[in-house]
C-alpha cells in the first residue's frame, strides 16, 4: 500500500467513525458534537486537492510507507 492510499483509509474511516457517533439514530451514539470531525475531514480533503498540502502524507512518508501509485489503479500499465 502507498500514502494515497492510507491517506483514503484514514479519511473514510474518520467520516465513518464520526458519522456513527455523531448521528442521534446511531446505536453508538454519543453527541452531536461529533460530526464537527466529519465536516474538518471534508474541508482537509477539499484543501490537499487544491493546494497538494497533506500533513498525514509528510508523516507517513517519515514512517517509510512507499509513494506513488493510484489508490484507484487496475494494476493494468498504461
Do not use: D
Request: glycine share 14%; hydrophobic share 50%.
Amino acid at each position: 500500500m502507498n500514502v494515497e492510499r492510507y491517506i483514503r483509509i484514514m479519511a473514510g474511516l474518520v467520516v465513518m467513525l464520526s458519522l456513527a457517533v455523531g448521528y442521534h439514530g446511531s446505536p453508538i451514539f454519543v453527541s452531536e458534537w461529533f460530526l464537527a470531525l466529519t465536516a474538518f475531514a471534508g474541508f482537509n480533503l477539499f484543501q490537499s486537492g487544491i493546494t497538494g498540502f497533506c500533513p498525514p502524507a509528510g508523516l507517513l512518508k517519515k514512517l517509510g510507507v512507499p509513494e506513488g501509485g493510484a489508490a484507484c489503479s487496475t494494476g493494468k500499465a498504461r
